[in-house]
Protein backbone atom coordinates (compact mmCIF):
# COMPACT_ATOMS: atom_id res chain seq x y z
CA UNK A 1 0.00 0.00 0.00
CA UNK A 2 1.36 3.58 -0.60
CA UNK A 3 2.12 5.75 2.09
CA UNK A 4 -0.13 8.69 2.30
CA UNK A 5 1.68 11.94 1.40
CA UNK A 6 1.08 15.04 3.29
CA UNK A 7 2.63 18.40 1.41
CA UNK A 8 5.50 17.88 -1.11
CA UNK A 9 7.08 14.46 -0.56
CA UNK A 10 9.72 15.51 -3.40
CA UNK A 11 13.63 15.57 -2.14
CA UNK A 12 14.64 17.99 -0.17
CA UNK A 13 11.87 19.30 0.44
CA UNK A 14 10.30 19.06 3.93
CA UNK A 15 6.56 16.82 4.99
CA UNK A 16 5.63 19.45 7.29
CA UNK A 17 4.04 22.33 6.65
CA UNK A 18 6.42 25.70 6.69
CA UNK A 19 5.65 28.16 8.86
CA UNK A 20 3.56 31.44 7.43
CA UNK A 21 5.66 34.50 6.78
CA UNK A 22 6.77 37.01 9.93
CA UNK A 23 4.26 39.58 9.80
CA UNK A 24 4.94 43.30 12.24
CA UNK A 25 3.47 43.09 16.02
CA UNK A 26 1.47 46.00 15.28
CA UNK A 27 -0.71 44.10 13.17
CA UNK A 28 -0.93 41.43 15.71
CA UNK A 29 -2.00 43.77 17.96
CA UNK A 30 -5.09 44.99 15.83
CA UNK A 31 -6.07 41.46 15.04
CA UNK A 32 -6.44 40.72 18.71
CA UNK A 33 -8.48 43.80 19.40
CA UNK A 34 -10.51 42.76 16.68
CA UNK A 35 -10.78 39.37 18.07
CA UNK A 36 -11.63 40.88 21.48
CA UNK A 37 -14.30 43.34 20.23
CA UNK A 38 -15.78 40.41 17.46
CA UNK A 39 -15.82 38.07 20.43
CA UNK A 40 -18.01 40.30 22.09
CA UNK A 41 -20.25 41.09 19.68
CA UNK A 42 -20.80 37.46 18.70
CA UNK A 43 -21.30 36.69 23.05
CA UNK A 44 -23.92 39.45 22.62
CA UNK A 45 -25.51 38.04 19.53
CA UNK A 46 -25.77 34.74 21.19
CA UNK A 47 -27.50 35.22 23.95
CA UNK A 48 -30.45 36.99 21.59
CA UNK A 49 -30.73 33.46 20.04
CA UNK A 50 -32.95 30.78 21.72
CA UNK A 51 -31.20 28.15 23.29
CA UNK A 52 -30.54 24.56 21.28
CA UNK A 53 -30.41 21.47 22.30
CA UNK A 54 -26.86 19.88 22.34
CA UNK A 55 -26.05 18.37 19.59
CA UNK A 56 -26.09 14.55 19.04
CA UNK A 57 -23.68 12.67 17.16
CA UNK A 58 -24.29 11.78 13.62
CA UNK A 59 -26.54 8.31 12.89
CA UNK A 60 -24.21 5.35 11.87
CA UNK A 61 -25.66 3.16 9.63
CA UNK A 62 -25.63 -0.68 10.67
CA UNK A 63 -22.44 -2.22 9.44
CA UNK A 64 -23.00 -4.15 6.64
CA UNK A 65 -23.76 -7.92 6.52
CA UNK A 66 -21.05 -10.22 5.98
CA UNK A 67 -20.18 -11.23 2.72
CA UNK A 68 -20.59 -15.40 1.10
CA UNK A 69 -17.15 -15.64 2.14
CA UNK A 70 -17.01 -14.06 4.98
CA UNK A 71 -20.53 -16.32 6.32
CA UNK A 72 -18.66 -19.63 5.01
CA UNK A 73 -15.43 -18.59 6.58
CA UNK A 74 -17.23 -18.61 10.05
CA UNK A 75 -19.20 -21.50 9.76
CA UNK A 76 -16.32 -23.73 8.43
CA UNK A 77 -13.93 -22.30 11.66
CA UNK A 78 -17.20 -23.30 13.95
CA UNK A 79 -18.37 -25.89 12.14
CA UNK A 80 -21.83 -24.31 11.43
CA UNK A 81 -24.11 -25.16 8.67
CA UNK A 82 -23.34 -22.75 5.38
CA UNK A 83 -24.10 -22.39 2.41
CA UNK A 84 -22.83 -24.37 -0.54
CA UNK A 85 -22.44 -21.45 -3.41
CA UNK A 86 -20.40 -19.24 -0.24
CA UNK A 87 -18.46 -22.70 0.27
CA UNK A 88 -17.54 -22.34 -2.85
CA UNK A 89 -16.46 -19.02 -3.03
CA UNK A 90 -14.44 -19.44 0.06
CA UNK A 91 -13.04 -22.86 -1.78
CA UNK A 92 -11.91 -20.29 -4.57
CA UNK A 93 -10.52 -18.36 -2.24
CA UNK A 94 -8.50 -20.24 -0.30
CA UNK A 95 -6.96 -21.59 -3.00
CA UNK A 96 -5.77 -18.34 -4.63
CA UNK A 97 -4.49 -17.89 -1.15
CA UNK A 98 -2.01 -20.83 -0.46
CA UNK A 99 -0.81 -20.34 -3.41
CA UNK A 100 0.26 -17.07 -2.84
CA UNK A 101 1.23 -18.00 0.43
CA UNK A 102 1.90 -21.78 1.04
CA UNK A 103 3.60 -21.78 4.48
CA UNK A 104 -0.22 -20.34 5.92
CA UNK A 105 -0.80 -22.79 8.22
CA UNK A 106 -4.35 -21.11 8.79
CA UNK A 107 -5.00 -21.03 4.84
CA UNK A 108 -4.50 -24.46 4.32
CA UNK A 109 -6.56 -25.16 7.32
CA UNK A 110 -9.67 -23.33 6.35
CA UNK A 111 -9.02 -24.68 2.93
CA UNK A 112 -9.52 -28.67 4.30
CA UNK A 113 -12.15 -27.67 6.48
CA UNK A 114 -13.96 -26.15 3.69
CA UNK A 115 -13.85 -29.40 1.76
CA UNK A 116 -15.09 -31.37 4.44
CA UNK A 117 -18.04 -29.22 4.51
CA UNK A 118 -18.49 -29.15 1.15
CA UNK A 119 -18.27 -32.94 1.39
CA UNK A 120 -20.99 -32.99 3.79
CA UNK A 121 -23.71 -30.98 1.01
CA UNK A 122 -22.61 -32.69 -1.89
CA UNK A 123 -21.61 -36.25 -1.10
CA UNK A 124 -18.60 -35.75 -3.42
CA UNK A 125 -16.08 -37.84 -1.70
CA UNK A 126 -13.25 -36.52 -3.67
CA UNK A 127 -13.51 -33.48 -1.71
CA UNK A 128 -11.94 -35.60 1.41
CA UNK A 129 -8.53 -36.57 -0.13
CA UNK A 130 -8.20 -32.58 -0.91
CA UNK A 131 -9.26 -31.89 2.48
CA UNK A 132 -6.67 -34.51 4.08
CA UNK A 133 -3.73 -32.93 1.98
CA UNK A 134 -4.40 -29.65 3.21
CA UNK A 135 -5.02 -30.10 6.66
CA UNK A 136 -1.48 -32.27 6.46
CA UNK A 137 0.32 -29.48 5.28
CA UNK A 138 -1.04 -27.02 7.44
CA UNK A 139 0.07 -29.29 10.20
CA UNK A 140 3.50 -29.49 8.73
CA UNK A 141 3.57 -25.92 8.63
CA UNK A 142 2.62 -25.88 12.21
CA UNK A 143 3.41 -28.72 13.81
CA UNK A 144 2.41 -27.79 17.38
CA UNK A 145 -0.63 -25.42 18.68
CA UNK A 146 -2.57 -25.95 15.59
CA UNK A 147 -5.85 -26.54 16.68
CA UNK A 148 -7.68 -25.86 13.59
CA UNK A 149 -5.70 -28.25 11.21
CA UNK A 150 -6.87 -30.85 14.52
CA UNK A 151 -10.25 -29.43 14.26
CA UNK A 152 -10.50 -30.42 10.62
CA UNK A 153 -9.21 -33.60 10.91
CA UNK A 154 -11.26 -34.60 13.25
CA UNK A 155 -14.75 -33.55 10.89
CA UNK A 156 -12.78 -35.35 8.33
CA UNK A 157 -12.30 -38.36 10.09
CA UNK A 158 -15.99 -38.07 11.52
CA UNK A 159 -17.24 -37.72 7.30
CA UNK A 160 -15.25 -40.87 6.49
CA UNK A 161 -16.61 -42.62 9.45
CA UNK A 162 -13.16 -43.25 10.91
CA UNK A 163 -14.43 -42.80 14.42
CA UNK A 164 -11.49 -43.94 16.41
CA UNK A 165 -9.29 -41.21 14.49
CA UNK A 166 -11.90 -38.59 15.07
CA UNK A 167 -12.09 -39.47 18.69
CA UNK A 168 -7.66 -38.65 18.76
CA UNK A 169 -7.89 -35.85 16.86
CA UNK A 170 -10.74 -34.26 18.63
CA UNK A 171 -9.58 -34.74 22.25
CA UNK A 172 -5.88 -33.53 21.16
CA UNK A 173 -8.09 -30.01 20.34
CA UNK A 174 -10.35 -30.12 22.74
CA UNK A 175 -6.73 -30.03 25.16
CA UNK A 176 -5.51 -26.92 22.92
CA UNK A 177 -9.08 -25.06 22.72
CA UNK A 178 -11.19 -26.06 26.24
CA UNK A 179 -12.92 -23.05 26.21
CA UNK A 180 -13.53 -23.14 22.75
CA UNK A 181 -17.20 -24.51 22.06
CA UNK A 182 -16.74 -25.31 18.79
CA UNK A 183 -14.39 -27.90 19.54
CA UNK A 184 -16.96 -30.33 21.35
CA UNK A 185 -19.44 -31.32 18.96
CA UNK A 186 -17.09 -33.15 17.08
CA UNK A 187 -15.65 -35.05 19.88
CA UNK A 188 -19.52 -36.20 21.13
CA UNK A 189 -20.09 -37.34 17.13
CA UNK A 190 -16.90 -39.16 17.31
CA UNK A 191 -17.78 -40.69 21.14
CA UNK A 192 -21.47 -41.75 19.89
CA UNK A 193 -19.95 -43.90 16.01
CA UNK A 194 -17.81 -45.56 18.90
CA UNK A 195 -20.97 -46.58 20.67
CA UNK A 196 -19.14 -44.56 23.92
CA UNK A 197 -22.63 -42.69 24.65
CA UNK A 198 -20.96 -41.78 28.41
CA UNK A 199 -18.49 -40.14 27.34
CA UNK A 200 -21.06 -38.41 24.43
CA UNK A 201 -23.09 -37.04 27.36
CA UNK A 202 -20.35 -36.19 29.11
CA UNK A 203 -18.68 -34.15 27.12
CA UNK A 204 -22.25 -32.26 25.70
CA UNK A 205 -22.37 -31.44 29.92
CA UNK A 206 -19.11 -29.21 29.69
CA UNK A 207 -19.84 -27.98 26.19
CA UNK A 208 -23.54 -26.46 27.74
CA UNK A 209 -21.72 -25.00 30.95
CA UNK A 210 -19.04 -23.10 28.86
CA UNK A 211 -20.71 -19.52 28.16
CA UNK A 212 -20.63 -19.44 24.46
CA UNK A 213 -21.79 -15.94 22.41
CA UNK A 214 -25.69 -15.61 21.39
CA UNK A 215 -24.44 -16.11 17.83
CA UNK A 216 -23.06 -19.74 18.55
CA UNK A 217 -25.68 -20.90 21.04
CA UNK A 218 -28.07 -21.97 18.19
CA UNK A 219 -25.10 -24.15 17.27
CA UNK A 220 -24.82 -25.45 20.78
CA UNK A 221 -28.39 -26.48 21.19
CA UNK A 222 -28.77 -28.58 17.74
CA UNK A 223 -25.91 -30.51 19.30
CA UNK A 224 -27.55 -31.02 22.59
CA UNK A 225 -31.02 -31.78 20.44
CA UNK A 226 -28.75 -34.71 18.89
CA UNK A 227 -27.35 -36.24 22.37
CA UNK A 228 -31.78 -35.99 23.93
CA UNK A 229 -32.64 -37.51 20.72
CA UNK A 230 -30.18 -40.20 20.78
CA UNK A 231 -31.36 -40.19 24.54
CA UNK A 232 -35.15 -40.92 23.86
CA UNK A 233 -35.52 -37.38 25.29
CA UNK A 234 -37.73 -36.40 21.87
CA UNK A 235 -39.69 -33.28 23.64
CA UNK A 236 -36.42 -31.92 24.81
CA UNK A 237 -35.02 -33.01 21.06
CA UNK A 238 -37.10 -30.91 19.85
CA UNK A 239 -37.04 -28.10 21.90
CA UNK A 240 -33.51 -27.64 21.74
CA UNK A 241 -33.80 -27.45 17.85
CA UNK A 242 -37.28 -25.29 17.65
CA UNK A 243 -34.94 -22.74 19.48
CA UNK A 244 -31.97 -23.31 17.31
CA UNK A 245 -34.15 -22.66 14.22
CA UNK A 246 -35.55 -19.30 15.77
CA UNK A 247 -32.21 -18.19 16.40
CA UNK A 248 -30.10 -19.40 13.81
CA UNK A 249 -27.72 -16.54 11.61
CA UNK A 250 -28.26 -17.93 8.33
CA UNK A 251 -30.66 -19.33 6.23
CA UNK A 252 -28.41 -22.22 5.49
CA UNK A 253 -27.89 -22.89 9.26
CA UNK A 254 -31.89 -22.52 9.59
CA UNK A 255 -32.83 -24.57 7.14
CA UNK A 256 -30.32 -27.52 8.57
CA UNK A 257 -32.22 -27.31 12.36
CA UNK A 258 -35.34 -27.26 10.35
CA UNK A 259 -34.34 -30.20 8.22
CA UNK A 260 -33.59 -32.09 11.93
CA UNK A 261 -36.50 -31.15 13.12
CA UNK A 262 -38.48 -32.49 10.31
CA UNK A 263 -36.43 -35.62 11.02
CA UNK A 264 -37.39 -35.65 14.73
CA UNK A 265 -40.93 -35.56 13.34
CA UNK A 266 -40.75 -38.15 11.02
CA UNK A 267 -39.53 -40.75 13.53
CA UNK A 268 -42.17 -40.13 15.97
CA UNK A 269 -44.84 -40.23 12.67
CA UNK A 270 -45.96 -36.97 12.56
CA UNK A 271 -45.72 -37.58 8.74
CA UNK A 272 -47.74 -33.62 8.58
CA UNK A 273 -45.38 -31.67 10.66
CA UNK A 274 -42.33 -33.54 8.88
CA UNK A 275 -43.81 -32.81 5.51
CA UNK A 276 -43.92 -29.00 7.20
CA UNK A 277 -40.74 -28.78 8.50
CA UNK A 278 -38.76 -30.19 5.30
CA UNK A 279 -40.51 -28.11 3.02
CA UNK A 280 -39.53 -24.99 5.10
CA UNK A 281 -35.50 -26.14 5.17
CA UNK A 282 -36.02 -26.15 1.33
CA UNK A 283 -37.43 -22.98 0.69
CA UNK A 284 -34.84 -21.24 3.09
CA UNK A 285 -32.38 -23.29 1.66
CA UNK A 286 -33.19 -25.27 -2.02
CA UNK A 287 -29.22 -27.34 -1.44
CA UNK A 288 -30.68 -28.76 1.52
CA UNK A 289 -30.39 -32.16 0.12
CA UNK A 290 -31.04 -33.86 3.97
CA UNK A 291 -34.38 -32.07 3.86
CA UNK A 292 -35.22 -33.09 0.25
CA UNK A 293 -34.47 -37.00 1.02
CA UNK A 294 -36.91 -36.26 3.98
CA UNK A 295 -39.20 -34.86 2.10
CA UNK A 296 -39.48 -37.37 0.03
CA UNK A 297 -39.49 -40.52 2.71
CA UNK A 298 -42.46 -38.47 4.03
CA UNK A 299 -44.03 -38.39 0.74
CA UNK A 300 -43.84 -41.76 0.23
CA UNK A 301 -45.25 -42.78 3.84
CA UNK A 302 -48.22 -40.56 2.90
CA UNK A 303 -49.00 -42.80 -0.13
CA UNK A 304 -48.35 -39.69 -2.56
CA UNK A 305 -46.04 -42.11 -4.45
CA UNK A 306 -45.40 -40.04 -7.67
CA UNK A 307 -44.00 -37.15 -5.69
CA UNK A 308 -41.94 -39.54 -3.56
CA UNK A 309 -40.41 -40.80 -6.31
CA UNK A 310 -39.91 -37.19 -8.21
CA UNK A 311 -38.74 -35.67 -4.86
CA UNK A 312 -35.97 -38.88 -4.56
CA UNK A 313 -34.73 -37.60 -7.79
CA UNK A 314 -34.03 -34.52 -7.45
CA UNK A 315 -32.13 -34.79 -3.79
CA UNK A 316 -30.29 -37.08 -5.69
CA UNK A 317 -29.58 -35.04 -8.30
CA UNK A 318 -28.43 -32.52 -5.33
CA UNK A 319 -26.22 -35.25 -2.84
CA UNK A 320 -26.04 -38.48 -4.73
CA UNK A 321 -25.58 -40.29 -1.34
CA UNK A 322 -25.86 -44.19 -0.98
CA UNK A 323 -28.19 -44.70 1.90
CA UNK A 324 -30.74 -42.52 0.34
CA UNK A 325 -30.26 -44.37 -3.02
CA UNK A 326 -30.83 -47.61 -0.89
CA UNK A 327 -34.38 -45.75 -0.33
CA UNK A 328 -35.29 -45.02 -3.66
CA UNK A 329 -34.66 -49.13 -4.28
CA UNK A 330 -36.81 -50.57 -1.38
CA UNK A 331 -39.12 -47.91 -2.66
CA UNK A 332 -39.54 -49.15 -5.79
CA UNK A 333 -39.77 -53.05 -4.20
CA UNK A 334 -42.23 -51.64 -2.29
CA UNK A 335 -44.36 -51.39 -5.88
CA UNK A 336 -42.93 -54.27 -7.49
CA UNK A 337 -41.04 -52.17 -10.01
CA UNK A 338 -38.22 -55.19 -9.80
CA UNK A 339 -36.07 -53.94 -12.54
CA UNK A 340 -36.05 -50.07 -11.25
CA UNK A 341 -34.98 -51.41 -7.85
CA UNK A 342 -32.50 -53.60 -9.15
CA UNK A 343 -31.03 -50.51 -11.16
CA UNK A 344 -31.16 -48.67 -8.07
CA UNK A 345 -29.24 -51.28 -5.62
CA UNK A 346 -26.59 -51.55 -7.96
CA UNK A 347 -25.97 -48.06 -7.92
CA UNK A 348 -25.90 -47.88 -3.91
CA UNK A 349 -23.33 -50.23 -4.89
CA UNK A 350 -21.25 -48.06 -7.33
CA UNK A 351 -21.90 -44.87 -5.28
CA UNK A 352 -20.22 -46.92 -2.02
CA UNK A 353 -17.56 -48.30 -3.47
CA UNK A 354 -16.50 -45.01 -5.11
CA UNK A 355 -16.51 -42.87 -1.91
CA UNK A 356 -14.62 -45.87 -0.18
CA UNK A 357 -11.83 -45.63 -2.97
CA UNK A 358 -11.50 -41.80 -1.21
CA UNK A 359 -11.47 -43.19 2.25
CA UNK A 360 -15.34 -43.15 3.52
CA UNK A 361 -15.72 -46.38 5.74
CA UNK A 362 -19.04 -47.46 3.80
CA UNK A 363 -19.39 -50.78 5.51
CA UNK A 364 -22.49 -50.16 6.83
CA UNK A 365 -24.44 -49.51 4.21
CA UNK A 366 -23.21 -52.41 1.83
CA UNK A 367 -23.64 -54.58 4.71
CA UNK A 368 -27.39 -53.22 4.98
CA UNK A 369 -27.61 -53.83 1.11
CA UNK A 370 -25.97 -57.15 1.38
CA UNK A 371 -28.25 -58.44 4.28
CA UNK A 372 -31.66 -57.62 2.28
CA UNK A 373 -30.63 -57.75 -1.21
CA UNK A 374 -27.41 -59.70 -1.65
CA UNK A 375 -25.33 -62.15 0.51
CA UNK A 376 -26.27 -62.09 3.87
CA UNK A 377 -23.53 -64.09 4.96
CA UNK A 378 -21.02 -61.27 3.48
CA UNK A 379 -22.91 -58.67 5.48
CA UNK A 380 -22.27 -60.48 8.31
CA UNK A 381 -18.48 -60.59 7.92
CA UNK A 382 -18.49 -57.40 7.21
CA UNK A 383 -20.36 -55.99 9.98
CA UNK A 384 -18.72 -58.17 12.27
CA UNK A 385 -15.72 -56.47 11.63
CA UNK A 386 -17.53 -52.98 11.72
CA UNK A 387 -18.88 -53.74 14.79
CA UNK A 388 -15.67 -54.48 16.07
CA UNK A 389 -14.26 -51.04 15.15
CA UNK A 390 -16.83 -49.19 16.55
CA UNK A 391 -19.54 -50.46 18.09
CA UNK A 392 -22.54 -48.08 17.56
CA UNK A 393 -26.06 -48.89 17.93
CA UNK A 394 -26.35 -48.94 14.33
CA UNK A 395 -24.08 -51.54 13.44
CA UNK A 396 -24.89 -53.23 16.16
CA UNK A 397 -28.35 -53.17 14.74
CA UNK A 398 -27.18 -54.01 11.19
CA UNK A 399 -25.30 -56.66 12.48
CA UNK A 400 -28.09 -57.96 14.50
CA UNK A 401 -30.36 -58.12 11.53
CA UNK A 402 -27.59 -59.64 9.24
CA UNK A 403 -27.17 -62.56 11.61
CA UNK A 404 -30.91 -63.28 11.21
CA UNK A 405 -31.01 -63.19 7.67
CA UNK A 406 -28.32 -65.75 7.50
CA UNK A 407 -29.81 -67.78 9.56
CA UNK A 408 -27.93 -67.17 12.97
CA UNK A 409 -30.96 -65.99 15.31
CA UNK A 410 -29.84 -66.82 18.52
CA UNK A 411 -26.52 -64.53 18.16
CA UNK A 412 -28.47 -61.92 15.87
CA UNK A 413 -31.01 -61.75 19.19
CA UNK A 414 -28.01 -60.69 21.10
CA UNK A 415 -27.05 -57.55 19.19
CA UNK A 416 -30.53 -56.77 18.39
CA UNK A 417 -31.32 -56.50 22.33
CA UNK A 418 -28.15 -54.17 22.34
CA UNK A 419 -29.62 -52.32 19.77
CA UNK A 420 -32.98 -51.60 21.51
CA UNK A 421 -32.03 -52.01 25.07
CA UNK A 422 -32.48 -47.97 26.12
CA UNK A 423 -30.18 -48.11 29.35
CA UNK A 424 -27.10 -49.60 27.96
CA UNK A 425 -27.22 -48.12 24.55
CA UNK A 426 -27.63 -44.83 23.65
CA UNK A 427 -31.40 -44.65 24.27
CA UNK A 428 -32.53 -43.92 20.62
CA UNK A 429 -36.53 -45.25 20.14
CA UNK A 430 -36.18 -46.48 16.34
CA UNK A 431 -39.16 -48.24 14.76
CA UNK A 432 -36.86 -50.05 12.29
CA UNK A 433 -34.83 -51.76 15.19
CA UNK A 434 -37.99 -52.38 17.29
CA UNK A 435 -38.65 -54.30 13.69
CA UNK A 436 -35.62 -55.82 13.33
CA UNK A 437 -35.97 -57.37 16.95
CA UNK A 438 -39.62 -58.43 17.14
CA UNK A 439 -39.19 -60.15 13.48
CA UNK A 440 -35.83 -62.46 15.30
CA UNK A 441 -37.89 -62.99 18.04
CA UNK A 442 -40.92 -64.26 16.12
CA UNK A 443 -38.37 -66.75 14.92
CA UNK A 444 -37.15 -68.14 18.02
CA UNK A 445 -41.12 -68.58 18.91
CA UNK A 446 -40.86 -65.64 21.46
CA UNK A 447 -44.24 -65.08 20.32
CA UNK A 448 -44.85 -62.12 23.24
CA UNK A 449 -42.17 -60.16 23.23
CA UNK A 450 -42.26 -60.30 19.54
CA UNK A 451 -45.81 -58.81 19.55
CA UNK A 452 -44.27 -56.20 22.00
CA UNK A 453 -41.76 -54.92 19.79
CA UNK A 454 -43.50 -55.33 16.16
CA UNK A 455 -46.54 -53.46 18.03
CA UNK A 456 -43.59 -51.15 19.47
CA UNK A 457 -42.36 -50.46 15.59
CA UNK A 458 -45.58 -49.51 14.52
CA UNK A 459 -46.53 -47.25 17.17
CA UNK A 460 -43.72 -45.10 17.21
CA UNK A 461 -43.91 -44.52 13.35
CA UNK A 462 -46.44 -46.89 11.29
CA UNK A 463 -45.00 -45.97 7.95
CA UNK A 464 -41.34 -45.92 9.04
CA UNK A 465 -40.41 -48.35 5.79
CA UNK A 466 -42.18 -48.62 2.33
CA UNK A 467 -41.10 -52.35 2.68
CA UNK A 468 -40.76 -53.69 6.26
CA UNK A 469 -43.72 -51.71 7.68
CA UNK A 470 -46.00 -53.99 5.87
CA UNK A 471 -44.00 -56.85 7.21
CA UNK A 472 -44.33 -55.59 10.52
CA UNK A 473 -48.36 -55.90 10.23
CA UNK A 474 -48.37 -59.29 8.35
CA UNK A 475 -46.34 -60.68 11.36
CA UNK A 476 -48.43 -59.46 13.87
CA UNK A 477 -51.70 -60.53 12.19
CA UNK A 478 -49.92 -64.11 12.51
CA UNK A 479 -49.31 -63.73 15.71
CA UNK A 480 -53.18 -62.77 16.60
CA UNK A 481 -54.39 -60.96 19.17
CA UNK A 482 -53.17 -60.71 22.55
CA UNK A 483 -55.55 -63.59 24.64
CA UNK A 484 -56.20 -62.31 28.65
CA UNK A 485 -54.47 -64.09 31.14
CA UNK A 486 -51.01 -63.69 32.58
CA UNK A 487 -47.90 -62.31 30.04
CA UNK A 488 -45.95 -65.07 28.11
CA UNK A 489 -42.97 -65.86 30.12
CA UNK A 490 -40.42 -64.42 27.52
CA UNK A 491 -42.05 -60.56 27.85
CA UNK A 492 -41.04 -61.18 31.78
Do not use: C
Not at 305 to 323: G, H, I, Q, V
Amino acid sequence: MAKRQYGDSRPGTSLVAEPPPHRPRRWLGRTLLTLVAGGAAASAALTLLPREAPQRAPHRPPAPAPGPRARALTAVTTGLPAALPDLTELITRQENGVRARPADAHAWAVLGSAYVARAGRTADATDLPRAERALDTSLKAKAAQNAEALAGMTALANARRDFASAKRYGEQALKLTPKKWSAYPPLIDAYDGLGDYTAARSTLDKLMALRTAPADRPAVMARASAVYRDRGWREDAAAQLTDAAAAAGTPAEQAAYRAGMGRLAWERGELPEALRQFTEALRLDPAEATAGAGRARTLAAQGRTADALAAYRTALSKRPDAEVTLELAELYESLHRTQDAEAQYTLVRKRAERSAADGVDEELVLGRLEADHGDPQEAVTRLRAEYERQPGIEVADALGWALHRAGDEDEALKYATIATDRTKGGGVRSSLHAFHRGMIEYELEKYGSARRHLQDALLVNPAFSPLWAPEARAALTDLGEVTEGPLPADVL
